[in-house]
């Protein structure tokens, strides 16, 4: 039992030189006000037809650790894997180290299969090409709700927000 790894590729495409840096002192802000705002609406509206629940973890650097395996790591301190159909999915952005992975748990990994997996990862570097990554973001996301909806659908009489919809900022 447990979950299933999906694919972690190195984002060398991606451009985040329009996300600015601030001093060393002090926490660097990855997106601004009305970009967060993009993002958040973008999770909301992925769960909004679905019983799915969707993450987004943005950090500064992935410290020796695989891409994979931090975002594994992020999935289960945000206690991710206690959805009740098991149908999270996380998005997880290394900013200066220009990785990204998806993590998702066991129900909605079995069923969608790795091939799934492997195509949105690929299409998320596609989208991560262009200028502004909370868009990408956004886009990703939802995708991710629509493949959600179609394996989990929204059940009117029992669904709940189990998880918060804020973006989870690391260092």
């Not at 009305?34 to 500064?60: D, L």
Request: with cysteine; aromatic share 10%.
């Amino acid at each position: 039992m447990g979950l299933r790894l999906q694919a972690a590729v190195p984002a060398q495409k991606l451009n985040f030189k329009t996300l600015g840096i601030l001093s060393f002192f002090k926490k660097k802000a990855f997106f601004t006000a009305a970009q967060q705002e993009v993002i958040v609406n973008a999770i909301r509206e992925a769960e909004r037809t679905t019983s799915g629940e969707v993450r987004v973890f943005v950090e500064s650097k992935n410290y020796l650790v695989h891409t994979m395996d931090r975002a594994r790591e992020i999935f289960f301190q945000l206690k991710m894997q206690e959805t009740e159909h098991r149908n999270a999915v996380l998005l997880y952005v290394a900013v200066q180290h220009r990785e990204l992975a998806l993590f998702a748990d066991e129900g909605i990994y079995q069923a969608t299969g790795a091939a799934y997996w492997d195509a949105a990862v690929k299409d998320m570097i596609a989208r991560f090409t262009k200028e502004d990554i909370s868009a990408g973001i956004a886009r990703c996301v939802l995708q991710i709700g629509r493949t959600l909806q179609e394996k989990f659908p929204y059940e009117k009489d029992t669904d709940r927000n189990e998880l918060p919809d804020e973006i989870v900022f690391g260092k």
